[in-house]
């Protein structure tokens, strides 16, 4: 049988992740990586996470072991509104959805909102899941400049403005304020300010994807905690996750949004998956009960901050002046870009064969523009030693092509 | 902001889950339940899944707990193709993409085939939470007479031809073979050899969900476990869960299918989810590791059948003759029809309030016909006891009810 004769259009338009194509390169484990794009599992807290797992399978098994409710574990919903409560958030137990991490609150959201053809507005660079979320659903990504400070909203307005005189929908716009991924960046509160107040004023709906938030490196009162939900809760869906504070391997995420949007993405929901896993809910939610998971976001920023602060060094000192990168004040990456004309995808091979370390090309985070200069790099995978080890391989690797050209 | 204005045609089909809405019915613990659609959760072996979890964290944490790659957790795709083997399968763990329950199997799927208004069949009934996940596609369910053997193979070559003659796409044909959601029927031997050779003759792909396939209560030469797969496995997606038999709460099920197929989910998972959750699927893992899995199917199967023949001898004691219900030879539930010109779903409300027993009406099980007559009962939640009170209590009602027309 010819199946792919019978594939739908959505089917047809699926792209391949480039990152997770590069899962061979990473795998090898004698490559210094600075391209995954994964937290460090030696700061997930295993042993508290056992220590819950026994008791929810304990105390309440019957229940932890279950189908849930679509919206999932009410208790955790409980623990999570209360987070986000203090952070300024209104939503609820009951205005919180539980999702398999938040990769499918996004997907439940493009579900909810996208036809084929509708614009979705997306910062420059952006999270290249999420593109692939919305070519899953043939939405269009139209890129807006993300600046250091935050969206470029002189840039927002005018396209904007020209989409919708060319006749297009344009629904929604996608953000992600803190320590971007893949930019580093985190938008600071007056950026925020202005950026609620845009999207008001288009009458934009607001993706809002805060996986990073809990990774400040610098003190309290340098960052801009406060979601720009809380500035716009009527036209905001906001998206969190455990993925890189407790346990990525959970798939446990969640939405807060207004309620006829949730109550849609509910029903989204019990079509995809009935409901999320009530086993690993549970699980977080023990651990959350019976440990200091502010302590541990301490430790966490602790460990990150270092290890950034060990790489930036390393590449202070090794790297060619021509090449520019983020100082990241928070989460996993720093964003790098090569001389005009350098395409950092097609040095990659050579640059594994030759140098044994490896990064993520950027093009595939840029809707708009040239984005083969750029390439992203983690400092979350590799000890401090090995940070070092490969910013002087990498450095000295492209000084010799730049030498080259 | 009017956010409703702004959902997709997809979202303004999403169409509520007539099981999920009797939700408050079924959480009122006063009432004697026939209406869970869901396994009795004392059957989970929650003692060794803790030990599993306990296996898990402690030896190998790291993987445990961080992303996998998207067709998941490889140990685990690797024993459920050995099981599939034993089966006559002939998928691999590299051709078993695992998903978040069979329910997302059965979504990416959809993903991967419908384009709005392709022609899906279905049997007559169906599992509901199957329209669902078509309808969220705009999928259109045509029915297909089920007979106690099987499918009606005239009826089903009529409608193709009928169908694909009116220039309608007809894609796929969907079936539970065994002891089906919601008739409790399942597919003889010579019925599995003529489905796979008519989806053949007419081009058919078939979705093959099999989440009650280990659920036989008779001896296993009375009832074919080989499933259409075997015979068809060019044209078949056959979806598999753990939710039945380990733990319905941690989400695991599979899809195996053709290659060209399972690679179109897999990006249609990157977009979903990134991929399941590691952490669940290495706990069944190391349970299936560490247990004798077939005894405890053995003890399932002893559980469900002696609750299956307490309520069928009650029926037989206290319903009117006039209902007719299925004796099903496996799974969890039996399917019964009132007299024609009575409403299951109209007398629901009182039948809870005056005999304090619930049922699931048939009619969204039913895609073409009267569905009104029919109600689902299920044996799993309720004690011996409660059992044979329940079919008490209902059978006065109806036969109260049927006396007063």
Redesign the interface.
């Known amino acids: 049988?010819d199946?792919?004769a019978?594939?739908?259009?959505?089917?047809e338009a699926?792209?391949?992740?480039a990152i997770?194509a590069l899962?061979p390169l990473l795998n090898d484990s004698s490559v210094i990586s600075f391209a995954a794009g994964?937290?460090n599992?030696?700061t997930?807290p295993?042993?508290a996470?056992?220590e819950a797992?026994?008791r929810v399978?304990?105390d309440l098994?019957?229940?932890?072991?279950?189908?849930?409710?679509?919206r999932g574990y009410l208790p955790l919903r409980e623990r999570v509104a209360a987070r986000g409560a203090a952070l300024g958030l209104a939503a609820t137990g009951g205005e919180t959805l539980l999702t398999?991490?938040s990769?499918?609150a996004l997907?439940l959201a493009a579900?909810?909102?996208?036809?084929p053809g509708?614009v979705v507005l997306v910062e420059v660079p952006t999270y290249v899941?999420a593109l692939?979320?919305f070519?899953?659903?043939r939405a269009r990504p139209v890129g807006i400049v993300r600046t250091a400070e935050g969206i470029d909203l002189a840039h927002l307005r005018a396209t904007v403005s020209r989409l919708r005189g060319e006749g297009e929908r344009v629904?929604?716009l996608y953000v992600i304020p803190n320590f971007q991924n893949p930019s580093g960046l985190a938008m600071t509160r007056a950026a925020k300010d202005a950026l609620a107040e845009a999207v008001a004023e288009l009458?934009l709906?607001l993706l809002e994807d805060d996986p990073y938030g809990e990774l400040s490196f610098g003190n309290p009162e340098s960052f801009d905690r406060t979601p720009v939900a809380v500035r716009q809760p009527?036209?905001t869906v906001y998206l969190g996750s455990f993925?890189k504070t407790l346990?990525?391997?959970?798939?446990v995420g969640w939405m807060h949004g207004?309620e006829?949007?949730l109550s849609?993405a509910e029903?989204?929901q019990?079509?995809?998956?009935?409901?999320?896993?009530?086993?690993?809910a549970?699980v977080l939610e023990s651990y959350l009960a019976h440990n200091d998971y502010d302590a541990h976001l301490e430790s966490l920023r602790g460990f990150y901050r270092t290890r950034k602060n060990v790489l930036l060094a390393a590449l202070g000192e090794h790297f060619p002046k021509a090449i520019a990168y983020s100082d990241p004040a928070g989460g996993l990456f720093t964003w790098a870009s090569l001389p005009a004309g350098m395409n950092a995808a097609a040095l990659l091979p050579r640059c594994v064969a030759e140098t044994k370390t490896a990064y993520v090309p950027g093009a595939s985070f840029v809707v708009e523009g040239d984005g083969t200069p750029f390439f992203r790099m983690t400092y979350a995978k590799e000890t401090a030693e090995l940070l070092a080890e490969g910013a002087r391989r990498l450095g000295a690797f492209f000084a010799r092509e730049m030498e080259s050209r």
Do not use: I, N, W
Request: proline fraction near 7%; include cysteine.
């Open positions: 049988m199946v792919a019978l594939f739908s259009k959505d089917a699926f792209q391949p992740s997770r899962a994964v937290p599992p030696e997930f295993a042993e996470l056992r797992a026994d399978l304990r098994p019957k229940r932890a072991l279950q189908y849930d409710v679509t398999t991490g990769q499918q997907d579900r909810v909102l996208f036809d509708d899941g692939v979320t070519a899953a659903r629904k929604a009458d709906l009527g036209r993925s346990a990525a391997g959970f798939r207004p006829s949007f849609r029903l989204a019990q079509a995809v998956a009935l409901c999320p896993s009530t086993f690993t549970s």
